[in-house]
């Protein structure tokens, strides 16, 4: 895998590659250009939104990508900052969208599958039946499972630690066959968790939140709110062999402190680590 770098999507290639461009990578409060948590995972021609926060509509328009080319929107829970673009990306794939082409299909664990549709129910109502006419994979909440979202891309999941409110499922997408596999995978928001070691096994990428900071508040250093530190990502990292870790979800108190994310996990992990900005591709 290369090293993280930005490329306006029109000079993607067409083969079947593998790149993820980050959309969003804030905390529910995000400042300064770091908007809530929303990732383009693109493989080939197949286009698979991970998270759908306020401003999707938005994010995609910034990088060129229109909402109606969107195949998968994967959630991995239903706090606001992950899920609140998803009645505006509907909405406009309801009635912008060329004539022909249908609604994305919807991935999600069956509590977060509930919260979605009770979104829609309260925001859009004259639509609702139609959105939830949208295909759709329902995944258990609380055990492991996987799902073949197209040829060649396996989605597994694994519960993770959050809140009771909302249950996360960590996302692991396994593209390929071996020995060319390729592995993506998303904590989307946890606390410590030893399941985020068998989500992210030998993976090129695990993009995993650090919503706090060790070194900067020593009193959170053993994850709180649900939330993970940069030296938890580090250790996850290193113990599941992952080749890059890249941090996200950093709380806004934290903004410009990236460097220090970037050590305190650096003392963990010694792979790629970083910590990247809305536009930023990775690929594989
Ligand atoms: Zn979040
Ligand atoms: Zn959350």
Redesign the pocket.
Known sequence: MTAPTFNPPSEMSNRRSIELLALGVGP?MGLNGRTTSCYLLRVGERRILIDCGPAIVQQLHAVGVAPHQIDDICFT?A?A??TLGYPMLMLWRLFKAPAGVGLPRIIASISTMGALDGVIQHTLAGEAAIIRGAPRVELPTHEPSSVELADGILLRTWPLA??PY?P?LGLRFEIGAPPAQHVIAFT??TGPCDNVVALAHNADLLVHEANFSARLKPELAGGAF?HSTAQIAGRNAAAAHVKHLALVHMDVSEEGQESVFIAEAAAEFDGQISAPMPGVQFTL
Do not use: K, N
Request: a negative charge; hydrophobic letters at 15%; zero cysteines.
């Open positions: 529910a829970h706090h900052d992950h959050h809140s909302a996360t989307g928001d649900g």
